[in-house]
């Protein structure tokens, strides 16, 4: 079956850099698009980035934009969130998530696996 595993959470402080990852199994990975999204406490999940199956094409939400990078590598059928200068506001879950195919996306109901998300927490 489809496995979604992210690693790399933790606690940093404001204006620090972290690097989170999610290991795809059970399924093709570069027939996937990948996508990251994030669930604050008592807040819906907002979608953060995606990535096309090959890498080359990027989508992000304005408010990390020239903060964070999503990138992917199929060879190890991982995809990656790099977020730097980090707000306290980005505190959150973070989840990864699988779409077969088509365009990228920004809704949750548009993707199909979802991991099993990674806290992320930044103090100020």
């Known amino acids: 079956q489809v496995q979604l595993v992210e690693s790399g959470g933790g606690l940093v402080q404001a204006g620090g850099s972290l690097r989170i990852s999610c290991a795809a199994s059970g399924l093709t990975f570069s027939n996937y698009n990948m996508g990251w999204f994030r669930q604050a406490p008592g807040k819906e999940r907002e979608f953060v980035a995606a990535i096309g199956w090959n890498g080359g094409s990027t989508h992000y939400v304005d408010s990390v934009k020239g903060r964070f990078t999503i990138s992917r590598d199929n060879a190890k059928n991982t995809v990656y969130l790099q977020m730097n200068s980090l707000k306290p506001e980005d505190t959150a879950v973070y989840y990864c998530?699988?779409?077969?195919?088509?365009?990228?996306?920004?809704?949750?109901?548009?993707?199909?696996?979802w991991g099993q998300g990674t806290q992320v927490t930044v103090s100020s």
């Open positions: 998530t699988a779409r077969n195919g088509g365009s990228l996306q920004m809704v949750v109901s548009e993707y199909g696996y």
